[in-house]
């Protein structure tokens, strides 16, 4: 299962992104392995130009199944975050609750380069498509 992270939604919806990330999540989706959480909605569903394409987004996106926030994703969030900002390493707290909410549920697959970042110091299964 692969939690798809929001700097690939952006592209693979926006008409001119990358073929090789459009790609890949077309083939995440066939293969029913595509998951979503509620951060990475707020996050596409933000950047629409307008209502119409706030809905063909949320349409899009709302028949994912989606990894809950609960309790253990927000303490992982807040302990990973403690870890990293104590060896300089400063990750948004976005990017550590989706990083969380991954952890042993899937490969997050991204491209940011905060959760390689983060991914140095946590057990987190991630890859980075550029």
Not at 103 to 123: G, R
Request: net charge negative.
């Amino acid at each position: 299962m692969y939690l798809i992270d929001s700097s690939l939604w952006i592209d693979y919806f926006r008409p001119r992104g990358s073929s090789a990330i459009k790609h890949r999540v077309r083939l995440i989706l066939q293969q029913d392995q595509a998951l979503i959480c509620g951060i990475v909605l707020v996050e596409v569903l933000r950047g629409a130009r307008n209502e119409n394409e706030y809905s063909i987004l949320r349409e899009s996106l709302a028949s994912l199944p989606q990894i809950p926030f609960d309790d253990e994703v927000f303490q992982r969030a807040a302990h990973w975050g403690f870890q990293l900002d104590r060896k300089g390493k400063i990750a948004s707290t976005t990017d550590l609750l989706i990083a969380a909410a991954a952890y042993e549920k899937a490969s997050l697959l991204h491209n940011d380069i905060d959760y390689e970042m983060i991914a140095s110091e946590v057990p987190l299964q991630q890859e980075r498509l550029l």
